[in-house]
Structure formats: structure tokens, C-alpha cells
């Protein structure tokens, strides 16, 4: 195990403050959940920032085939032009998945797009760079993390061997 609850509780809300700190300036955030722990982790860090940030906060959740993550859909049509936002999910393990989770922001102008995970694996097939991460770790590319959520509350989070 690499995280229990208290301490991806600590992570969270220290991401939270980061993410506060960081967008001081701004009006609104737009969170987009990678289901399904993504918008689990998307709605806990939108549940922290209304202690620190001003601004709107909205949660739009991201539904895409993680084997094969060619069809992604929102669960609501917003427009991202000129709106800061950030791509969250559980998870960074190849960086596939949030490079595709990007599609439906390239036929649009956002002021910007950040991405937060819980847990960060340094090993990466794919060019992206995370902006908030709970927790940094080096793994073997035969073993993946997991994170492991029950109703709506993180549990923890393991590493376990690719099978």
C-alpha cells in the first residue's frame, strides 16, 4: 500500500490550496473528472476549494474507454474558450489516457488546461506533465497503481503486477 485514507485526505486538500495559490486571479475553474475515480477525486478537491477560492467551480465528468480511449464523451456541454481548466484523474500511469481525455478541449480556445492526479507514476509511455500531484512514485513497467475508491471516499492506493 501506498496511501490510506488520512493521507490521500492530507493530499487532496494540500492540492486543493495549491491549486488556490496558483489561480488566485481567475473567476472560475472548470474541474473535468476522468471517470470514474477522477470525478471521485474531482468532486473532493471542488468540496476543498470552497474553502479557499473565490471564484465558480464546475465539475464536468469525462467518460472515455481507457483500453481504447477513442470515444470520449462530457457530461455536459460547456463552452471551455477563455476558461481555465483542469483535467483530473486518480492515476497517472502512461499518460495515455489524459492524453486522449484532451480532445474535446483541442477544438477550443481554453485560457488554459492543468492536470492533477493523486498519484503520479514516473514511469510514462506519453508526453504528459502533471501540474498537482498528491504523490510522486517510481514503479516497474510491469506493475500499475490502483487506487481504490468506495462510495465517493478514497480508500487507498497499491501497486500491483500487470497481469
Given at each position: 500500500?501506498?496511501?490510506?485514507?488520512?493521507?490521500?485526505?492530507?493530499?487532496?486538500?494540500?492540492?486543493?490550496?495549491?491549486?488556490?495559490?496558483?489561480?488566485?486571479?481567475?473567476?472560475?475553474?472548470?474541474?473535468?473528472?476522468?471517470?470514474?475515480?477522477?470525478?471521485?477525486?474531482?468532486?473532493?478537491?471542488?468540496?476543498?476549494?470552497?474553502?479557499?477560492?473565490?471564484?465558480?467551480?464546475?465539475?464536468?465528468?469525462?467518460?472515455?474507454?481507457?483500453?481504447?480511449?477513442?470515444?470520449?464523451?462530457?457530461?455536459?456541454?460547456?463552452?471551455?474558450?477563455?476558461?481555465?481548466?483542469?483535467?483530473?484523474?486518480?492515476?497517472?500511469?502512461?499518460?495515455?489516457?489524459?492524453?486522449?481525455?484532451?480532445?474535446?478541449?483541442?477544438?477550443?480556445?481554453p485560457a488554459q488546461i492543468e492536470t492533477l492526479?493523486?498519484?503520479?507514476?514516473?514511469?510514462?509511455?506519453?508526453?504528459?506533465?502533471?501540474?498537482?500531484?498528491?504523490?510522486?512514485?517510481?514503479?516497474?513497467?510491469?506493475?500499475?497503481?490502483?487506487?481504490?475508491?468506495?462510495?465517493?471516499?478514497?480508500?487507498?492506493?497499491?501497486?500491483?503486477?500487470?497481469?
Amino acid at each position: 500500500m501506498i496511501l490510506d485514507k488520512v493521507t490521500a485526505d492530507k493530499k487532496l486538500r494540500r492540492m486543493a490550496l495549491e491549486l488556490t495559490e496558483r489561480n488566485l486571479h481567475k473567476n472560475e475553474l472548470i474541474l473535468i473528472g476522468i471517470k470514474s475515480n477522477g470525478i471521485v477525486i474531482a468532486n473532493k478537491i471542488a468540496l476543498y476549494l470552497k474553502d479557499s477560492f473565490a471564484g465558480n467551480i464546475q465539475l464536468v465528468e469525462l467518460s472515455i474507454n481507457k483500453k481504447n480511449p477513442t470515444e470520449i464523451q462530457l457530461s455536459s456541454n460547456i463552452d471551455f474558450n477563455n476558461k481555465s481548466v483542469i483535467l483530473v484523474d486518480d492515476v497517472a500511469n502512461s499518460g495515455r489516457v489524459m492524453l486522449y481525455a484532451l480532445k474535446p478541449l483541442i477544438d477550443q480556445m481554453p485560457a488554459q488546461i492543468e492536470t492533477l492526479v493523486l498519484v503520479e507514476r514516473t514511469y510514462k509511455k506519453f508526453p504528459i506533465d502533471i501540474n498537482y500531484v498528491g504523490m510522486s512514485i517510481a514503479t516497474a513497467v510491469d506493475e500499475n497503481i490502483v487506487v481504490e475508491v468506495n462510495d465517493g471516499e478514497i480508500e487507498s492506493a497499491y501497486i500491483e503486477p500487470v497481469s
